[in-house]
């Protein structure tokens, strides 16, 4: 079966780190571009950060630029985002999405579960004061 699963939320004090990853079975991910998004209760769903499968070329939000990183591992079949300084405001459930469009970083602020190959279930990301 084809899917992504996320690992690595849980709860953290603010100024803490912790490191999310994303994996998929059944394909192989180095070939897609692969998205983080977030969403908290009663907002909207935010793109985080992304890279492609061109050339790991990285894109972030605003709120993730210099405390948010993410990278690919693909022995591993993998991408991680590592968050540090953590702040309450970025409790949230976190998922992973991935696109073979070797273009999908440059509109994945856009993307939606309904227009994407794999969109994964989620990590929940809790950040206490």
């Known amino acids: 079966q084809m899917k992504l699963v996320e690992s690595g939320g849980g709860l953290v004090q603010a100024g803490g780190s912790l490191r999310l990853s994303c994996a998929a079975s059944?394909?192989?991910?180095?070939?897609?571009?692969v998205g983080w998004f977030r969403q908290a209760p009663g907002k909207e769903r935010e793109a985080v950060a992304c890279?492609?499968?061109?050339?790991?070329?990285?894109y972030y939000a605003d709120s993730a630029k210099g405390r948010f990183t993410i990278s690919r591992n693909n022995a591993g079949n993998t991408v991680s985002l590592q968050m540090d300084v953590l702040k309450p405001d970025n409790t949230a459930m976190y998922s992973c999405?991935?696109?073979?469009?070797?273009?999908?970083?440059?509109?994945?602020?856009?993307?939606?579960?309904?227009?994407?190959?794999?969109w994964g279930q989620g990590t929940q990301v809790t950040v206490s004061s």
């Open positions: 999405a991935a696109d073979i469009d070797r273009w999908w970083c440059t509109y994945y602020t856009r993307a939606t579960s309904a227009d994407t190959a794999y």
């Open positions: 059944g394909f192989t991910l180095g070939f897609y571009d």
């Open positions: 890279i492609t499968s061109s050339d790991d070329r990285t």
